[in-house]
């Protein structure tokens, strides 16, 4: 039996996740990446590459995009649609303003193709782990057409509505995100602090009321204080920060809590941390509080 044929532009951190979860899921996917690495990278999880945008819209009729920018994305969609076709589906994953996405939308549907905007819930190591939800919206047809595509890189998806609506539940998703990995920082730091053992502390936390999908997949990090296996780097981070505050801005919608979170991120790229997971707020918090880590130490009671 061939392997149906689908497209994935944008081999990042996410979407080098995606892909090779795709490939295990019995797809042979067309990668294509500006960066000729992640393009090497592709072949060697067992995909195939494109030498551009066009090329991958040529072969598949179902494409997957993972972006970094709004101007990824309209370049991308302006490629795409040289050579769209009228059953052609684009899974936009990214996270931009709906504007953005409402342009790339038009300019595909000009050529009779269809965008839907699918942002998604989860970092790059659960991307890797086919842990991720997709918040999908727009036409309901084309979600039906692409559901077993979704089905293979993600542990949940959801149609919430008309165009823009994913972008809108990502925008609330990603507000909770931002506090809680601040929240999760704060709770190690005190924690730490005082003198308990970072590492029971996680246990322990992470085990009660207290716990959050934050502080058990960033607060492993906290505990060794090592943020360079970056599954969600603080400058891209930035990005979707400023997305979400345009975005209560323009409702008059008040959001004191991630107000609150968001010069904590910003001091971490203020002290070099712009390359690291955003679990690096630790670092941050650490430097407000005064407090030195010293050698690995325990707590907990000798036996």
């Known amino acids: 039996?061939?392997?149906?044929?689908?497209?994935?532009?944008?081999?990042?951190?996410?979407?080098?996740?995606?892909?090779?979860?795709?490939?295990?899921?019995?797809?042979?996917?067309?990668?294509?990446?500006?960066?000729?690495?992640?393009?090497?990278?592709?072949r060697e999880a067992g995909g195939d590459t494109a030498r551009s945008c066009r090329e991958v819209?040529?072969?598949c009729a179902i494409v997957v995009t993972s972006l970094?920018?709004?101007?990824?994305?309209?370049?991308?969609?302006?490629?795409?649609?040289?050579?769209?076709?009228?059953?052609?589906?684009?899974?936009?994953?990214?996270?931009?303003?709906?504007?953005?996405?409402?342009?790339?939308?038009?300019?595909?549907?000009?050529?009779?193709?269809?965008?839907?905007?699918?942002p998604l819930s989860g970092t790059g190591a659960q991307a890797r782990a086919k842990d991720l939800i997709i918040y999908a919206s727009g036409d309901h047809k084309a979600y039906g057409r692409t559901a077993r595509v979704m089905d293979g890189f993600a542990r949940a998806h959801y149609y919430v509505g008309t165009f823009g609506a994913g972008s809108k539940m990502k925008f609330v998703a990603n507000l909770l995100v931002a506090i809680h990995n601040v929240a999760a920082a704060e709770a190690m730091v005190l924690?730490?602090?005082?003198?308990?053992?970072?590492?029971?502390?996680?246990?322990?936390?992470?085990?009660?009321?207290?716990?959050?999908?934050?502080?058990?997949?960033r607060g492993p990090?906290?505990?060794?204080?090592?943020?360079?296996?970056?599954?969600?780097?603080?400058?891209?981070?930035?990005?979707?920060?400023?997305?979400?505050?345009?975005?209560?801005?323009?409702?008059?919608?008040?959001?004191p809590l991630f107000s609150a979170?968001?010069?904590?991120?910003?001091?971490?790229?203020?002290?070099?941390?712009?390359a690291e997971d955003t679990a690096a707020v630790c670092t941050v918090l650490e430097k407000m509080a005064n407090h030195q880590r010293s050698p690995k130490s325990s707590n907990l009671p000798q036996t």
């Not at 979170?261 to 941390?273: E, N």
């Open 1 to 42: 039996m061939a392997l149906e044929s689908l497209g994935m532009i944008g081999l990042g951190i996410m979407g080098s996740a995606m892909s090779a979860n795709l490939i295990r899921a019995g797809f042979e996917v067309l990668g294509y990446d500006v960066l000729g690495p992640r393009r090497r990278s592709h």
């Open 57 to 59: 819209a040529k072969r």
């Open 68 to 118: 970094p920018s709004s101007e990824a994305l309209l370049d991308t969609a302006a490629q795409l649609a040289d050579f769209a076709r009228a059953r052609h589906i684009v899974i936009e994953t990214s996270t931009l303003p709906i504007s953005v996405k409402e342009e790339a939308r038009k300019r595909l549907a000009a050529r009779g193709a269809t965008l839907l905007d699918c």
């Open 191 to 217: 924690a730490m602090k005082s003198g308990l053992d970072p590492e029971l502390v996680l246990k322990a936390v992470a085990d009660g009321a207290g716990s959050s999908r934050m502080l058990q997949i």
């Open 221 to 255: 990090m906290m505990v060794t204080g090592d943020y360079s296996d970056a599954t969600m780097k603080v400058q891209i981070w930035q990005k979707d920060m400023a997305i979400i505050g345009d975005f209560a801005r323009k409702l008059d919608c008040p959001t």
């Open 261 to 274: 979170s968001a010069p904590i991120y910003t001091a971490a790229m203020a002290m070099g941390l712009g």
